[in-house]
T-cell receptor
Framework: RKEVEQDPGPFNVPEGATVAFNCTYSNSASQSFFWYRQDCRKEPKLLMSVYSSGNEDGRFTAQLNRASQYISLLIRDSKLSDSATYLCVVKQDFGNEKLTFGTGTRLTIIP | GAVVSQHPSWVICKSGTSVKIECRSLDFQATTMFWYRQFPKQSLMLMATSNEGSKATYEQGVEKDKFLINHASLTLSTLTVTSAHPEDSSFYIC?????????????FGPGTRLTVT
């Protein structure tokens, strides 16, 4: 089983729609969680950290369910510029900053 | 803030030569930097963790004598691919760790695309 699993997609959704991505992780000791976005042939960019209470940043909402070892990302009112690959990323514990990346979910927003 | 640069952005070299890639944190100090490799249509794979002033920690399966890492200052880490071969052709990305709010967040450099002919 992969440490971090994501549906690879692709997700093709119309502009303005709401889209949700899910991610599961296998290590119950994982402490920190992030969503990154990666554009084609570019480096990953941090989209948002994911906190236990859930958090929102503009059109983006992230949720964490520790009991189910599940992380989600919701994008509302999607824009063409949201087209990218979204990476679910997990950090194991406070003493180790090593990140484990999911394979990513490819999103294309259609005009 | 939290800008990380890499140099060069792309490089083509002949098989058997060595290539050095630099990673710099421009507006913050990073005691820890990371080196990743990404093959087409695959996710990032951590190669090694670079700690300022000490030896790097390599992931299983990564040859430390082939991928030399030096982290001489709080803003600079270098990766040298020695005796490069075509199978080393990949996208190499570094990241630097910064403590912000409730977590350490990693910020990535723009990557270096290496092609070995």
């Amino acid at each position: 089983r992969k440490e971090v699993e994501q549906d690879p997609g692709p997700f093709n959704v119309p502009e303005g729609a709401t889209v949700a991505f899910n991610c599961t992780y296998s290590n119950s000791a994982s402490q920190s969680f992030f969503w990154y976005r990666q554009d084609c042939r570019k480096e990953p960019k941090l989209l948002m950290s994911v906190y236990s209470s859930g958090n929102e940043d503009g059109r983006f909402t992230a949720q964490l369910n520790r009991a189910s070892q599940y992380i989600s990302l919701l994008i509302r009112d999607s824009k063409l510029s949201d087209s990218a690959t979204y990476l679910c990323v997990v950090k194991q514990d406070f003493g180790n900053e090593k990140l484990t990346f999911g394979t990513g979910t490819r999103l294309t927003i259609i005009p | 803030g939290a800008v990380v640069s890499q140099h060069p952005s792309w490089v083509i070299c002949k098989s058997g030569t060595s290539v050095k890639i630099e990673c710099r944190s421009l507006d913050f100090q990073a005691t820890t930097m990371f080196w990743y490799r990404q093959f087409p249509k695959q996710s990032l794979m951590l190669m090694a963790t670079s700690n300022e002033g000490s030896k790097a920690t390599y992931e299983q399966g990564v040859e430390k004598d082939k991928f030399l890492i030096n982290h001489a200052s709080l803003t600079l880490s270098t990766l040298t691919v020695t005796s490069a071969h075509p199978e080393d052709s990949s996208f190499y990305i570094c990241s630097a760790s910064r403590h912000r709010d409730r977590a350490y967040e990693q910020y990535f450099g723009p990557g270096t695309r290496l092609t070995v002919t």
